[in-house]
């Protein structure tokens, strides 16, 4: 005889159930107890974490041509290469503008600068002294750790699409977040257009200097056509205010937190209470099962 299919014990299963189901119910209050200490919690953190606000700068990347002068510094390679002249890119592409405002040099002059460590560090501060309240100098914040921690509430967002830049500040202090914000970007233009003019008188000196010693006319015309489109760069970059970045919205004092969240901390808090006071529940029934051997 052909045995028969066995069936799934679906009598086991309703039992089983049933027996989860009576133990959630032994055990309601401690799992009530549980989810309510851990809603506690959860509220008593979202009422006492420190409010964190975001200041964002909507930038434009100025383009290479108006920084040197109406390209023409593109028409002069071959000449400026005759004179042994390296033209470059005299205020730097976007993406070296970005590396530079993220770098670790301009963080730290910035923070210099600001005397931001005491603001950054204000746990270890004190500030009736002025003083750091630890006496133990290697205890003291360094500016090698404020540019590590200032890197945390700085974020750069290149937009690859529109090619428009985001520089996006967090901080405590809503005031100090905006300000910080159009400081950093204020900073990078200034930086960047002292750099553009420096460069260029060097490449003027170097060219006056070279066009003494020859006397061959090609060159002494080549020479020359670079020197004025040097003195168009000076004057340019001095009276562009916004060397690397054109501003299209600047930061303004946040009205609104980002962090914490207090909504989605409570519920978390009582998802995760539920959850401990179920496996608590179970596993003070399966502790009370085990007995002790005799």
Known sequence: MSSMPSLPDTDNEEINLVDLWRTLMRYKWLIILITLLSIASAVAHAMTATHIYQADVLLEPVAEDSKKGGG??????????MAGVNLGGGGSSKDAAIAKLQSRIFIQEFLQDENLLPILFEEQWNPETKNWKESDPKKIPTLFQGVDFFKKIL????????SLVTLTLEWQDKEQ???????LVERINRHLRTVAIQEAKQNMEYLNLELTKTTIVELRQAISSILEDQIKRIMLAN????FAFKILDPAVVPERRIRPKRALIVIMGAIAGLFLGIVAAFSH??????????
Request: without cysteine.
């Open 72 to 81: 023409a510094l593109a028409q002069l390679g071959g000449l400026a290469a």
């Open 155 to 162: 974020k750069i967002t290149d937009d690859k699409k529109t």
């Open 177 to 183: 977040t905006a300000r910080w914000a159009n400081l």
């Open 239 to 242: 009276v562009r205010t916004e």
């Open 285 to 294: 029934n399966a502790f009370k099962q085990i007995k002790p051997a005799k």
